[in-house]
Structure formats: C-alpha cells, structure tokens
C-alpha cells in the first residue's frame, strides 16, 4: 500500500469510487475539496476477490472506478478559520476495514497538512469507532457537535493533542443518548470504554513519515 496526495482544495480533482464499497463515494466526484488515498501500489484493484451485494446498472462503466484505491479521505479549509482544516469524509473499501488503513490515512494526511502550514485540523464523527479511532490518532474531543449525532475532535496539525479524560469520556457517554440507535457491539463498546479511558496515540504525524 502507499499514500498519495491526490490534490490539496481548490484544484478540482476527482475520485470515482464504487458506490457499493466506499461510504460517501459521492462527495468525492466534488472537485473543490482536496483528497488524499491510501492505493495499492501498482495498480491491482484494491479487492480483487470482493464480491459486491448488487450489480452495477448498465449505464455505470466498471472501467470508470478507481479500482486502486484502498482508502480516501477529503478535506478543505474550515469555513469561519482558515487555519484549520476540516476532514469531511473518510472512507475505506468495504472488504479492507478492520486493517487500520483509515488511521494510517488520516495520519498520512495530517502530516501533509502541518507542512501546507495549516496550524490545526478537525473532523467530525458520528459514531464509538471513529471516535475512538480518531484518538489514536492525535484527536481529541472538543466538547462541541456539530449535529445530533456529530461530535467534533480537534487536533494540532504538528503534534497529537492533549487528551482530558472526562473529556473523552464525556463524548463517550454522548452516544448513549442515542442508545436506541446503536448496535449491541457499539453499547459494549462504549462500556469498556468509559471504563478504560482514552486510548494510547498510534502512529502520529512523524511516524506517518516511516514506511
């Protein structure tokens, strides 16, 4: 695997990924929002022995995906702060989840934003896993949201933040407002969380240089 900077914002480059393995494949044929990917290396699909649940309508051409792509994320200049930038959406191929590709990605792209001289970077999540995954990598939650769901971490762009643990835990407990709405996985997740504390930071924006 390895990491590109597809394009930073304003540059108009697009990803096309297929709807039925990545999240938000969408928003990445926006051509305003900057992009980076984590792809194979030389060129093989990033799945090749993945088998889709549906089939593709006959006026979408396969040929037309960007079959090397393993992982993208987008990202662009908060609206109301040009020095920080926000990552908007993250998302991993639909048989690679579980490898901790997104963490390495969201490592990779922070560290090039700390030298496009951004001073902090945001993003906003909507569910334990992120949350969690986005501690590891520096983040750590604010105490604002974004929506019902949506909580926001924040991050300096050269170095991880500094965790408060009822802090985090605090965010933790704000999905179990939503209890109804999470999985039973997610509940006992949220648990041994609470019960934990906040999570060791993997990688970081120097070891995301190391291969």
């Given at each position: 695997?390895?990491?590109?900077?597809?394009?930073?914002?304003?540059?108009?480059?697009?990803?096309?990924l297929?709807?039925?393995?990545?999240?938000?494949?969408?928003?990445?044929?926006?051509?305003?929002?900057g992009k980076?990917?984590?792809?194979?290396?030389?060129?093989?699909?990033?799945?090749?022995?993945?088998?889709?649940?549906?089939?593709?309508?006959?006026?979408?051409?396969?040929?037309?995906?960007?079959?090397?792509?393993?992982?993208?994320?987008?990202?662009?200049?908060?609206?109301?702060?040009?020095?920080?930038?926000?990552l908007?959406?993250?998302?991993?191929?639909?048989?690679?989840?579980?490898?901790?590709?997104?963490?390495?990605?969201?490592?990779?792209t922070?560290?090039?934003?700390?030298?496009?001289?951004?001073?902090?970077?945001?993003?906003?999540?909507?569910?334990?896993?992120?949350?969690?995954?986005?501690?590891?990598?520096?983040?750590?939650?604010?105490?604002?949201?974004?929506?019902?769901?949506?909580?926001?971490?924040e991050?300096?762009?050269?170095?991880?933040?500094?965790?408060?643990?009822?802090?985090?835990?605090?965010?933790?407990?704000?999905?179990?407002?939503?209890?109804?709405?999470?999985s039973?996985a997610?509940?006992?997740f949220?648990?041994?969380?609470?019960?934990?504390?906040?999570?060791?930071?993997?990688?970081?924006?120097?070891?995301?240089r190391?291969?």
């Amino acid at each position: 695997m390895e990491y590109a900077l597809v394009c930073p914002p304003g540059e108009g480059e697009t990803l096309r990924l297929d709807y039925r393995a990545f999240a938000y494949a969408g928003k990445f044929v926006v051509g305003a929002p900057g992009k980076s990917v984590i792809r194979t290396p030389d060129g093989r699909p990033a799945a090749p022995d993945w088998e889709p649940d549906e089939p593709l309508p006959d006026t979408v051409d396969p040929a037309a995906f960007d079959e090397d792509v393993i992982a993208a994320v987008s990202f662009s200049s908060d609206r109301t702060d040009p020095a920080c930038c926000r990552l908007r959406y993250v998302t991993v191929h639909a048989a690679r989840r579980g490898e901790g590709i997104g963490p390495r990605l969201i490592d990779e792209t922070v560290a090039d934003l700390a030298v496009a001289g951004f001073d902090r970077v945001r993003i906003a999540v909507n569910n334990p896993f992120a949350y969690e995954a986005c501690h590891k990598c520096g983040f750590a939650y604010t105490g604002e949201r974004t929506g019902i769901a949506e909580l926001e971490l924040e991050r300096p762009a050269g170095s991880p933040a500094d965790v408060d643990p009822e802090r985090y835990r605090e965010g933790l407990a704000a999905f179990r407002e939503t209890d109804g709405e999470l999985s039973r996985a997610e509940r006992r997740f949220v648990a041994e969380r609470l019960e934990r504390g906040p999570p060791q930071v993997e990688g970081g924006t120097d070891s995301a240089r190391e291969r």
